[in-house]
């Protein structure tokens, strides 16, 4: 399965999709907007907050947003690189993770094989990002076939400090969870986000303290998009 998902990351597709969020994004509010990715991160556009319409307001200063960054791409860059550096770590996380972890079958039911995983106690940690990864335990399910990941579920084992708990702290009721699915044609996306960090750090770049996350309606884009192009596919297809 990891053989798989690093190969797949290296060909992924880029998409156009609907996603309904609540997080400190948001500011606990419900927001369905519309994405599109690009080479260069993902472009958002807000279309109704808590299940309301945006007013006429709201819309043009989404509006004026959009056009901004269209006509911006070097600040539309900036603020997506934070993102865009966690995301390049992506196979070098997924490398680690066979020596992190110590996986156990637990069962298989149809296409689908249920592995726990738990801290491999040999595993040592280069990063404080290798220090959450390791305190996690929990579950995974893989679409036997394809080999690819269909859920996740993790929670930490135990309180993990960062400088003698100065420079942050997670408890042990952080946890995060997300499905998978195929969205086209062997290609796959994640399709739900929840994650809870119980505790404060100053070191993890952008990863949301809460969020609850569901996206749907995908359609694939060309990867070659720039950042004008994709603000107008937002403002063509808003609604």
């Not at 606990?28 to 472009?43: N, Y």
């Not at 997506?80 to 079958?105: G, W």
């Not at 592995?115 to 404080?128: C, G, K, L, T």
């Amino acid at each position: 399965m990891l053989h798989a998902e690093a190969a797949a990351w290296n060909i992924r597709q880029h998409f156009l999709y609907r996603s309904e969020e609540r997080s400190n994004r948001t500011n606990g509010r419900l927001w369905d907007e519309l994405v599109v990715e690009t080479s260069d991160g993902s472009m958002q556009r807000l279309l109704s907050e808590d299940g309301k319409p945006l007013s006429d307001n709201q819309r043009n200063a989404e509006d004026l947003r959009i056009a901004n960054l269209a006509n911006h791409p070097v600040e539309f860059r900036r603020e997506t690189q934070r993102r865009m550096d966690d995301e390049a770590r992506m196979p070098e996380l997924l490398r680690d993770i066979s020596s992190m972890f110590q996986f156990s079958a637990v069962s298989s039911e149809g296409d689908y094989t249920r592995i726990a995983f738990r801290p491999n106690p040999s595993f040592h940690e280069r990063s404080y990002q290798d220090r959450v990864g390791y305190a996690m335990t929990g579950v995974l399910i893989i679409h036997t076939p394809d080999m690819r990941l269909c859920e996740l579920d993790a929670h930490l084992e135990h309180k993990v400090e960062f400088g003698f708990g100065i420079l942050g702290v997670l408890r042990d009721k952080t946890y995060l969870s997300l499905a998978r699915g195929e969205v086209s044609n062997g290609q796959w996306a994640t399709t739900k986000i929840r994650v809870h960090l119980d505790g404060g750090i100053l070191l993890l770049k952008t990863i949301s303290r809460d969020v609850d996350s569901s996206r749907y309606g995908f359609t694939l884009v060309r990867r070659s998009l720039n950042v004008a192009e994709a603000a107008a596919i937002l403002r063509s297809n808003a609604f």
